[in-house]
């Protein structure tokens, strides 16, 4: 386990905090107190270091049906980030292919400040940490690759270059997978898996505009970003994995897409395959906060709402309940990580499945990333998210698999959704 103050942040100028959920009052006046940092590798249990690092810190997570208030004198409250190997190790599962970003961590809690306790400016020993290996000026000889649309940046203008995409399977190979989880639903092993698929790309410059930018997508409920040493995550996601807010937990599964035309609506209205798909997902997620709600108390708020995002429509329901006595952050985390749209039914079992058949591991995809202050959580479901190292980008992109999935169309689904994400990226 890791509690990093960030280095050197005392030199750096005050800039936006970029967190999905953070309070609008507040961002423009929030520095970094304290921030823990963890991997599956350190041992323990995440959901337990994450509520004992926030409650030492004063954000009030221990009983979150006890109402709680924003203080402006204290702590506002926090970022907070957990991988999908992280949700897996939570539920059991098996822990999968090893991450392609092993510079994230899997576990991040970074407590915020206001910076008017101090005077206008950061405290000693806090603010936003930009490390400087991804702050790079981009090489003088840097060109794009032969697979790649990128031009060479405007010697007047920020520099930055992407090269061409590599993915992590051919689509080949995730028709093959498509099949296998085909061939599991046909044995009854489960009755349906997200597959997640990887690229990387190379960069020069600095990533975190270009992670930034993912933010201003349409749809994009959870857009934001979060950095550290050697590593940045940017998210465009729209889907809801939990929120708490005046006694009650919302989910907002995600399952379902077609091209955001006329027609596409009309088709994704009318499929038997994603309905089913869905509701089986809708399910699931009934479930997951049943282990945590008030008895009796869980409820379909809205089933099947198609919503736009960026090119697709997808179907989004809500799920509602209201929160059990005495349940703190670390037994939600556990209840509903990792995410049911992005794992399956029945989730352990989906869970293994996953851990055979994708080639690398999920990195900070398909993960939870929000805010955690006291009296509120609104943490989002890691989709449409991208990921920096010292020198690539990383992306990832699925989608559900049922007994009527074609192959060719799972592989063109995910091609779709990540294609919106791929293009901004780029974007100079």
């Known amino acids: 386990m ?27 006046r929030l520095v970094e107190r304290a921030r823990l940092e963890w991997r599956c590798g350190d041992g323990g249990d995440p959901a337990a270091l994450a509520q004992e690092f926030l409650t030492g810190h004063g954000v009030a ?59 206008g400016r950061p405290a000693p020993g806090t603010g936003r940490h930009r490390p400087a290996d991804l702050r790079r000026a981009a090489a003088p000889d840097a060109v794009p690759g032969p697979a790649t649309a990128a031009r060479r940046p405007d010697p007047a203008a920020p520099r930055w270059w992407l090269g061409a995409w590599r993915e992590s399977w051919t ?112 399910d699931l997620e009934r479930n997951d906060l049943a282990r945590v709600a008030r008895i009796g108390s869980v409820r379909v ?33 556990r209840a509903v990580c990792p995410g049911g749209s992005v794992t399956g039914a029945p989730k352990l079992a989906a869970l293994n499945r996953i851990a055979a058949l994708e080639p690398v591991g999920r990195g900070a995809s398909m993960g939870a990333f929000g ?9 989002g479901l890691t989709i449409r998210t991208a990921a920096a190292d010292v020198d690539r980008l990383h992306v990832w992109a699925g989608g559900g698999i049922t007994w009527g999935s074609d192959p060719a169309a799972e592989v063109a689904e995910a091609a779709a959704k990540a294609a919106p994400v791929r293009g901004l990226l780029a974007a100079g």
């Open 61 to 119: 997570v221990a009983d979150l049906g006890r109402p709680a208030r924003h203080h402006a004198d204290g702590a506002c409250g926090a970022a907070l980030y957990l991988s999908a190997a992280a949700g897996a190790l939570l539920a059991g599962g098996a822990p999968g292919a090893a991450t392609p970003v092993p510079a994230l961590p899997d576990l991040v809690v970074v407590v915020y400040d206001h910076a008017d306790r101090h005077g």
């Open 301 to 333: 708020d809205e089933l099947f709402a198609v919503r736009r995002w960026c090119d697709l429509w997808q179907a989004e329901s809500t799920v509602s309940a209201a929160v059990g006595d005495g349940l703190g952050l670390a037994d939600l985390l």
């Open 171 to 282: 689509p080949g190979q995730h028709a093959d997978a498509v099949e296998a989880v085909r061939a599991a639903i046909g044995l009854g092993d489960v009755y349906q898996v997200n597959l997640v698929g990887h690229a990387a790309a190379p960069y020069a410059g600095d990533p975190l505009p270009a992670l930034a930018r993912l933010g201003a997508l349409p749809g994009a409920r959870y857009g934001g970003t979060l950095a550290g040493l050697d590593w940045a995550i940017g998210c465009a996601s729209p889907e809801t994995l939990v929120e708490v807010d005046g006694g009650r937990l919302v989910t907002r599964p995600i399952k379902g897409t077609r091209p955001a035309t006329a027609a596409g609506r009309r088709e994704l209205l009318a499929s038997a395959k994603e309905r089913a798909e869905h509701v089986m997902i809708v």
């Open 371 to 379: 805010w955690v202050g006291s009296g509120r959580i609104d943490l």
């Open 2 to 28: 890791r509690k990093n103050g960030p280095t050197g942040v005392e030199t750096l100028p005050q800039t936006l905090i970029n967190v999905p959920g953070a309070p609008d009052d507040c961002r423009g």
